[in-house]
């Protein structure tokens, strides 16, 4: 994949903003042996469209093959389009063997016989996927991928306030779809979190389901408010939206952690609910969100990918969570501007998600970035 071309536009319908995208577009002509592939996410305003505008685009640009999918924000190079009819596309080449389109899957069940010959002949596997939030599934589906394609998934779960719209050759929702690349597509890829951690890490000592009773041997609710200090603990309600759980990843080798909402409170028994199913044994540690915080770690990711890739990118596609962009950092379009200012005018498109995906996993509150070397 050495051969990247990036348009992106907003304008007052799907039309007008697909024509701006095209006068951006100068398609090298195809190689022999090569095959062209469009990443495409389209805003929810336009997402009632999004059968048209594939038709357009493939008509018009001659590619046959692409997908994306719609956002209720997204991103390109140095910019977030928001609540208007907005479209980023990235157009590339791979060999034609090294790429297969992952349909739209609904349940965890054996990939098709094409993919599953194909990819059996490779030696690794890694996919853009895009995913329903509405699929209770999909945390199964995508650890499920990740097991029959011996690979490495990156994506998010669509946002809209219309049609979840995917597109994997057609368009599709309800469940998992996208792009699977072999493993001579070079990519590096990274996560950054939004939530640092805050005081120690405990041992869910009891629970139930999702309820937290005890940590360390003590009220789960005491060890809380020791870890969130005394200002906050003396008003509880100052804490939604700041404060979440983190569940340590075991056996990662980069102490990564899921994040989890806080969703209730029982101060006469002491106890925490947190939106995610636990047992006793787990590790468990509290964190904290603030701009201050993603920035940094968002630097931090950055850094590291800069430092593993010798090449500079060719390309990139970034999933981020709805809470970062201009929740965290206003309406300037800040956080990717810090991604170009920090690798640089690398054409990137992608989009603002209800959940992220990274390797087998379903994340909140990340940024997770791939870059084409």
Same mark, same amino acid.
């Given at each position: 994949?050495?051969?990247?071309?990036?348009?992106?536009?907003?304008?007052?319908?799907?039309?007008?903003?697909?024509?701006?995208?095209?006068?951006?577009?100068?398609?090298?002509?195809?190689?022999?042996?090569?095959?062209?592939?469009?990443?495409?996410?389209?805003?929810?305003?336009?997402?009632?469209?999004?059968?048209?505008?594939?038709?357009?685009?493939?008509?018009?640009?001659?590619?046959?093959?692409?997908?994306?999918?719609?956002?209720?924000?997204?991103?390109?190079?140095?910019?977030?389009?928001?609540?208007?009819?907005?479209?980023?596309?990235? #157009? !590339?080449?791979?060999?034609? $063997?090294?790429?297969?389109? =992952?349909? *739209?899957?609904?349940? +965890?069940?054996?990939?098709? &016989?094409?993919?599953?010959?194909?990819?059996?002949?490779?030696?690794?596997?890694?996919?853009?996927?895009?995913?329903?939030?509405?699929?209770?599934?999909?945390?199964?589906?995508?650890?499920?991928?990740?097991?029959?394609?011996?690979?490495?998934?990156?994506?998010?779960?669509?946002?809209?306030?219309?049609?979840?719209?995917?597109?994997?050759?057609?368009?599709?929702?309800?469940?998992?779809?996208?792009?699977?690349?072999?493993?001579?597509?070079?990519?590096?890829?990274?996560?950054?979190?939004?939530?640092?951690?805050?005081?120690?890490?405990?041992? #869910? !000592?009891?629970?139930?389901? $999702?309820?937290?009773?005890? =940590?360390? *041997?003590?009220?789960? +609710?005491?060890?809380?408010? &020791?870890?969130?200090?005394?200002?906050?603990?003396?008003?509880?309600?100052?804490?939604?939206?700041?404060?979440?759980?983190?569940?340590?990843?075991?056996?990662?080798?980069?102490?990564?952690?899921?994040?989890?909402?806080?969703?209730?409170?029982?101060?006469?028994?002491?106890?925490?609910?947190?939106?995610?199913?636990?047992?006793?044994?787990?590790?468990?540690?509290?964190?904290?969100?603030?701009?201050?915080?993603?920035?940094?770690?968002?630097?931090?990711?950055?850094?590291?990918?800069?430092?593993?890739?010798?090449?500079?990118?060719?390309?990139?596609?970034?999933?981020?969570?709805?809470?970062?962009?201009?929740?965290?950092? *206003?309406?300037?379009?800040?956080?990717?501007?810090?991604?170009?200012?920090?690798?640089?005018?690398?054409?990137?498109?992608?989009?603002?998600?209800?959940?992220?995906?990274?390797?087998?996993?379903?994340?909140?509150?990340?940024?997770?970035?791939?870059?084409?070397?």
């Amino acid at each position: 994949m050495d051969r990247y071309t990036l348009a992106h536009a907003s304008g007052t319908d799907w039309k007008s903003t697909a024509e701006q995208c095209l006068a951006e577009i100068k398609r090298p002509e195809q190689r022999t042996g090569y095959a062209q592939i469009g990443l495409l996410y389209l805003t929810d305003n336009i997402a009632a469209d999004t059968e048209d505008i594939l038709a357009f685009l493939r008509e018009q640009t001659g590619v046959r093959d692409w997908v994306g999918s719609v956002g209720m924000g997204i991103c390109a190079t140095g910019q977030e389009y928001f609540d208007e009819p907005a479209i980023a596309i990235l #157009i !590339t080449e791979v060999e034609e $063997n090294s790429y297969r389109l =992952l349909e *739209g899957t609904k349940n +965890l069940k054996p990939l098709s &016989e094409e993919i599953s010959v194909w990819s059996s002949q490779q030696e690794s596997c890694f996919a853009i996927v895009h995913a329903d939030p509405r699929n209770g599934a999909i945390p199964d589906i995508i650890s499920g991928l990740a097991d029959q394609l011996n690979g490495f998934l990156v994506g998010g779960l669509t946002s809209s306030r219309g049609p979840l719209s995917q597109i994997s050759g057609e368009v599709c929702d309800g469940g998992v779809s996208g792009l699977v690349l072999a493993g001579n597509v070079p990519v590096s890829t990274a996560l950054s979190q939004s939530c640092m951690p805050i005081g120690l890490r405990h041992q #869910i !000592t009891a629970c139930n389901q $999702n309820v937290l009773i005890e =940590l360390d *041997g003590r009220p789960a +609710l005491d060890v809380f408010k &020791e870890d969130i200090g005394e200002l906050l603990a003396r008003d509880l309600q100052r804490i939604e939206g700041y404060i979440f759980a983190a569940l340590p990843i075991a056996n990662s080798d980069t102490g990564d952690y899921l994040v989890r909402n806080l969703v209730g409170i029982d101060l006469e028994q002491k106890m925490l609910a947190i939106g995610e199913i636990v047992e006793s044994g787990q590790s468990i540690q509290f964190c904290r969100r603030d701009t201050e915080a993603v920035e940094a770690d968002l630097v931090r990711m950055l850094d590291d990918l800069k430092r593993r890739t010798d090449l500079t990118p060719k390309g990139a596609v970034y999933f981020t969570c709805l809470a970062r962009g201009p929740n965290m950092f *206003g309406n300037t379009s800040q956080e990717l501007k810090i991604i170009e200012r920090e690798l640089g005018d690398v054409p990137l498109v992608g989009f603002f998600c209800n959940g992220e995906i990274s390797h087998r996993r379903l994340y909140t509150y990340t940024g997770v970035l791939t870059l084409f070397t």
